[in-house]
C-alpha cells in the first residue's frame, strides 16, 4: 500500500520569505500523481498544486512549484514571497493512475506566516 | 457549476442520537470520499464510492458508521448512537474518478459535536 509521510508537523516562514514543506512517498507503480493541497482556518481545502509522475519538469504555479524527485520518491513544495495568507495546513497527496484508485493523504504541516 | 456542498454547516447533538450528514458532489463526478478530521489533525479517511462499484469501506472506524450514496449522486453519512469521540470535521470530497489527475474537490465540511 502506498504511504505519504510530511516529516514537518510545523513550519514557520517570515513574510516574504521563501519556505519549503517537505513530502515523501513509498510506491512500487510507475505512473501517479501527487497534489498539495491547502486547509486555512476556514477549513475549505484547497488545491494547491500537481504533478504528473510521468513529467520531468517540475510544476509551478505562481509562488507555489514542486520539486519532484521521482527517483527518491520525494515531492516537496516550495512557497516563495510568503503572505500571510498562505498561513494554513498543508497536506501532500497520492493518487495511482488506475481506474478506482483512492487517495493517500499526508498528516499535514501546519505553516505560519510571521509579519 | 456548483462546487461541492455540505449540509448541515454545523451540528450539536446529544451523546446516543444519530446523526445524518449529506453531500452534494459536483455534478458528473462519479467519485466522492468521506473524511474525518478532528481539531488541528490530519484527514482520516472514512467511505469511497466510484461509480457503481462497491464502495471501499475500509476505513469506517465502526459499525456505527455508515454511508450511502443514492443514484450515484448525494450521498449521506449516518453515525448511529453518537459518542463524544466522533466529535470532529466531516469532509466530504468529489473526483471525475477516471484513472488521470482527477483531483478531488472538497466541500466545506460539517462540524459535529456531540455532548
Known amino acids: 500500500a502506498q504511504t505519504v509521510t510530511q516529516s514537518q508537523p510545523e513550519m514557520s516562514v517570515q513574510e516574504a520569505e521563501t519556505v519549503t514543506l517537505s513530502c515523501t512517498y513509498d510506491t512500487s507503480e510507475s505512473d501517479y500523481y501527487l497534489f498539495w493541497y491547502k486547509q486555512p482556518p476556514s477549513r475549505q481545502m484547497i488545491l494547491v498544486i500537481r504533478q504528473e509522475a510521468y513529467k520531468q519538469q517540475n510544476a509551478t504555479e505562481n509562488r507555489f512549484s514542486v520539486n519532484f524527485q521521482k527517483a527518491a520518491k520525494s515531492f516537496s513544495l516550495k512557497i516563495s514571497d510568503s503572505q500571510l495568507g498562505d498561513a494554513a495546513m498543508y497536506f501532500c497527496a497520492y493518487k495511482g493512475d488506475n481506474y478506482g484508485q483512492n487517495f493517500v493523504f499526508g498528516p499535514g504541516t501546519r505553516l505560519s506566516v510571521l509579519p | 457549476g456548483a462546487g461541492v456542498s455540505q449540509s448541515p454547516s454545523n451540528k450539536v447533538t446529544e451523546k446516543g442520537k444519530d446523526v445524518e450528514l449529506r453531500c452534494d458532489p459536483i455534478?458528473?463526478?462519479?467519485?466522492l470520499y468521506w473524511y474525518r478530521q478532528s481539531l488541528g489533525q490530519g484527514l482520516e479517511f472514512l467511505i469511497y464510492?466510484?461509480?457503481?462499484?462497491?464502495?471501499?469501506k475500509s476505513g469506517l472506524p465502526s459499525d456505527r458508521f455508515s454511508a450511502e450514496r443514492t443514484g450515484g449522486s448525494v450521498s449521506t453519512l449516518t453515525i448511529q448512537r453518537t459518542q463524544q469521540e466522533d466529535s470532529a470535521v466531516y469532509l466530504c470530497?468529489?473526483?471525475?474518478?477516471?484513472?488521470?489527475?482527477?483531483?478531488?474537490?472538497f466541500g466545506p465540511g460539517t462540524r459535529l459535536t456531540v455532548l
Open positions: 455534478s458528473g463526478h462519479t467519485a
Open positions: 470530497a468529489s473526483s471525475r474518478g477516471s484513472g488521470g489527475a482527477g483531483e478531488q474537490f
Open positions: 464510492f466510484q461509480g457503481n462499484s462497491a464502495p471501499d
